[in-house]
T-cell receptor, first 115, second 119 residues
Framework: NAGVTQTPKFQVLKTGQSMTLQCAQD?????MYWYRQDPGMGLRLIYY???????DKGEVPNGYNVSRLNKREFSLRLESAAPSQTSVYFC??????????????FGDGTRLSIL | AQKVTQAQTEISVVEKEDVTLDCVYE???????LFWYKQPPSGELVFLIR??????QNEISGRYSWNFQKSTSSFNFTITASQVVDSAVYFC????????????????FGQGTILTVHP
């Protein structure tokens, strides 16, 4: 009963390095999301994928790219990491929100530090 | 644009006290959904409740209750007889249902309220 799985759980990068955060869900959900959580700011949407084959920007997309590899997987890439991207990243999924907005299921998060 | 405000940054109570977490939202949509999530010290996000804008009935689940008032755009959460295990960050969130057909369930979160329950 995995739900939403994120890898890695922790990562330390140097400024300018690149990396990809992985997310996979086994609930046959159509929509997937990437959020970042910063102290005092709640969670903010970076990118989302309404369905397989589509992606779109959220509130804070700058410095990130995403790929919806298939229905299960949605990855987040930092091309050139910056200290401002130090955060906890959450991936989430939901079955099919259009008009019904079912709850999103969240992964356990990736704690990313950029030095 | 939608917005969620949780004005209480931190609340500290003693076990068995009742505590209410406030949530005020802004949206132009007539159809929307409100959520509460709990984030315990372990860090995961746990879904607590979902409420749509047409259902203003208050809800009770054990020691938890929610008061939804459209007139004041508020969706407050009360924990009765708090316990140490209730210590967590609590998030209120809003999702517009339609937004011109492009909502896709995107959540707007409040800043979160840190609740500490002391023994």
């Amino acid at each position: 009963n995995a739900g939403v799985t994120q890898t890695p759980k922790f990562q330390v990068l140097k400024t300018g390095q690149s990396m990809t955060l992985q997310c996979a869900q086994d609930m046959n959900h159509n929509s997937m999301y990437w959020y970042r959580q910063d102290p005092g700011m709640g969670l903010r949407l970076i990118y989302y994928s309404a369905s397989e084959g589509t992606t779109d920007k959220g509130e804070v997309p700058n410095g990130y790219n995403v790929s919806r590899l298939n229905k299960r997987e949605f990855s987040l890439r930092l091309e050139s990491a910056a200290p401002s991207q130090t955060s906890v990243y959450f991936c989430a999924s939901t079955v099919d929100p259009q008009g019904h907005n079912q709850p999103q299921h969240f992964g356990d998060g990736t704690r990313l530090s950029i030095l | 644009a939608q917005k969620v405000t949780q004005a209480q940054t931190e609340i500290s109570v003693v076990e068995k006290e009742d505590v209410t977490l406030d949530c005020v939202y802004e949206t132009r949509d007539t159809t929307y959904y409100l959520f509460w999530y709990k984030q315990p010290p372990s860090g995961e996000l746990v879904f607590l409740i979902r409420r749509n804008s047409f259902d203003e009935q208050n809800e009770i689940s054990g020691r938890y209750s929610w008061n939804f008032q459209k007139s004041t755009s508020s969706f407050n959460f009360t924990i009765t007889a708090s316990q140490v295990v209730d210590s967590a960050v609590y998030f209120c969130a809003l999702s517009e249902a339609y937004a011109g057909g492009t909502s896709y369930g995107k959540l707007t979160f409040g800043q979160g309220t840190i609740l500490t329950v002391h023994p």
